[in-house]
Structure formats: C-alpha cells, structure tokens
C-alpha cells in the first residue's frame, strides 16, 4: 500500500505542468519537478547546487522583465524570465 501511494505521489510530480520543488531551511532546492527544469532551461543538478536566491531577479529586474512582456522573477538560463502563475 505504501508503495502504491509513493509511486502515484512520484507519477504525479512528475506530470505535474506547474513548477514544484522541495526546498532547504539553508536555501538550496532538494527536488525540482521536471516542469520546474524545463521552465527554467537548468538542470535540476544545477538548481541543487545553487542558493535559491541565485534563480530570483531583482525587483528592478522584475518589474523591467514584467514590463517587456516577460511574467516574473524566475531566471532563466538564457538571462530571460518566466513566471508560472498560481491559478
């Protein structure tokens, strides 16, 4: 029974479209679905092994991205952003 739950509970962060990820008290991401990687363009690897913050604009960055058409903080690979809003 448990491992039926773990294996629904692993299909579904997998299959997740929304961007979820597990992260430290200490700042750094444990897991990333791979909706979260392919948002982004990092490995989830990379996103490991780096602080969280790193991935987060600068509110000026932000509301410069926002207004460009770009929707929110999350950095891209590519020095764009992309924001997956909560709906």
Same mark, same amino acid.
């Given at each position: 029974m448990l491992s039926e739950r773990t294996a629904e509970r692993d *299909?579904?962060?997998d299959m997740a479209q929304?961007?979820?990820?597990?992260? +430290?008290?200490d700042g750094y991401?444990? +897991?990333?679905?791979? #909706?979260?990687?392919?948002?982004? %363009?990092w490995t989830e690897h990379e996103l490991q092994v780096?602080?969280? #913050?790193s991935f987060a604009? +600068?509110?000026?960055?932000?509301a410069t991205a926002v207004?460009? %058409?770009?929707? %929110?903080p999350w950095s *891209? *690979? #590519?020095n764009c952003c992309t924001w997956r809003g909560a709906t």
């Open positions: *299909r579904l962060w929304k961007i979820l990820a597990i992260a +430290s008290i991401f444990i +897991s990333c679905n791979p #909706a979260m990687t392919e948002a982004l %363009g780096t602080p969280f #913050a604009e +600068s509110a000026a960055a932000t207004t460009a %058409g770009c929707r %929110g *891209r *690979r #590519a």
